[in-house]
């Protein structure tokens, strides 16, 4: 069967992919435009893109799809995949490379639902301990996004912080599945992070909230450089 083309952009090796996950939205990129700060993360070495349009002065409804297609002309300009946290519909009405998904919306899919909706396409859903990332799993997950890793002011719902401990506790379990700390990780924190056994880190604001994306983003891919 012939693969449409965001099918097809991803077939590549995911845990390559989720080395450096940039997630953010407009709230997160103290007025800049997000497609600027999206464009010069890429070029920092970003792998991997989640637009998060959440928070204090989150865009909505036509804008936030307007934000949401200029951010994806980015990434597939860049050949980098783009997936949408939580909003199935306008992942769909994108043509998104994947979903990402809390637990909290977990609860609203029966197991089979959500992945038959997004066939084909990229599913992380977040686990913030192991009993959820076995959830996570029978879900049919591509990847974990693990937090939090370290204190973090971006999300303020987020759980009690869980620290890289709790990658070494989920690999220890058995779950071999892709996955990425998150959670306040700056680039000194990632090694640790990355030393638990993540593929990779997902960083909203130590790279979309420094005045320097484009090396923030340098700065988390050095420990992939060789
Ligand atoms: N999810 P920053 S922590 C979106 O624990 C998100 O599941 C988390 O932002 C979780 O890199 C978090 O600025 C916020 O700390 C990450």
Known sequence: ?????????????LREMLK???VMGSPNCGGRDPAAVLQAAIEGGVTLFQFREKGPGALQGQERTELGNR????????????IVNDDLRLAEELEADGIHVG???LAQWDREGLRQRFKGR???ISAHDPAEAREAVRCG???LGAGPMYATATKPDARAVQGPGMIAAMRAGGISLPLVGIGGITPEGAASVLAAGADGVAVISAISGADDPR???RRFSRPFRR
């Open 1 to 13: 069967m012939t693969k449409t083309a965001a099918e097809a952009r991803y077939t590549g090796n």
């Open 20 to 22: 450096v996950y940039l």
């Open 71 to 82: 951010l994806l002309g980015v990434c597939r300009q860049a050949g980098i995949p783009f």
């Open 103 to 105: 637990q909290e919306d």
């Open 122 to 124: 990229i599913l992380g």
């Open 141 to 143: 997950a591509d990847y």
């Open 215 to 217: 090396e923030a983003a």
